[in-house]
């Protein structure tokens, strides 16, 4: 899917950058791609991506900084067929690559804005430049670009609040019932009667309050009724 082609465009990260993804790549090829404006044709490399080289998930930058592009991979291998939530980070001195919201990779070969050709193809599912175009076997879900590197905690807490097409949600708490009111640790509803304190004084006197209270103290309210 073709977001732009206009490597200008407001909608891609200049320096500063995070893209986060589930995917399931369900055929393993040598060069793949999720998300990314890129160009990789021998010696002339520049943009970024996030994907996969093999079976292992990839994230590739070039900077000002830096001579080539590079493609910080993952030391997982993943599984075909199944889904993963795979992010990169770039905060213009550090590259980082998680999966399931765990950094799996980390390098600071590259520094400084992000280093764009001038014409390439900011595509979602695919390897894309002049001269390749891998299409990926799967399926992609809630893809996000940040123009700033999120924290470890937020690549943690996205992995965490959001779920791949057809995962269970997460079961909700259930609530304890709040614990039943004890009727003789109430005061007596009629407060002011001198007949009802009487009668739990008088219980009070003969027998346990908790068999006979609340009869008696009823049994005075119903007269105090008539």
């Known amino acids: 899917v073709a977001v732009t082609w206009d490597v200008t465009s407001r909608a891609l990260p200049r320096k ?15 060069w793949g791609a ?18 996969f080289r ?18 910080l991979t993952a030391s997982q ?6 889904w993963y939530h795979v992010a990169g980070t770039y905060d213009g001195a550090k590259m980082t690559v998680y999966v399931d919201g765990r950094a799996v990779g980390t390098s600071t070969e590259q520094s400084g804005a992000i280093d764009y050709p001038p014409r390439a193809f900011y595509d979602l599912g695919a390897y894309h430049d002049d ?23 937020e690549v943690q807490a996205a ?40 009668c739990e ?6 027998v346990k309050p908790s068999k006979v209270r609340q009869g008696l103290c009823l049994g005075i309210a119903a007269g105090a009724r008539r």
């Open 34 to 51: 999720i998300v990314g404006a890129v160009q990789d044709n021998g010696n002339y490399e520049k943009g970024w991506l996030l994907g």
């Open 159 to 198: 992995f965490k609040a959001t779920t791949p097409p057809g995962a269970p949600e997460p079961p909700v708490p259930a609530q304890a019932a709040p614990p039943e009111a004890d009727p003789f640790s109430q005061p007596s509803p009629f407060p002011n009667d001198a007949r009802t304190k009487a």
């Open 77 to 82: 291998t993943f599984e075909p067929g199944r």
């Open 16 to 30: 500063d950058s995070t893209a986060g993804v589930w995917v399931r790549v369900d055929r393993v090829i040598e």
């Open 54 to 71: 093999k079976n292992q998930f990839c994230f590739a930058v070039k900077s000002a900084g830096g001579k080539k592009l590079t493609y």
């Open 131 to 153: 001269n390749e175009f891998h299409k990926i076997t799967g399926a992609i879900h809630d893809v996000r670009v940040y123009k700033r590197a999120l924290k470890a905690a």
């Open 201 to 206: 004084t008088a219980a009070e006197r003969t």
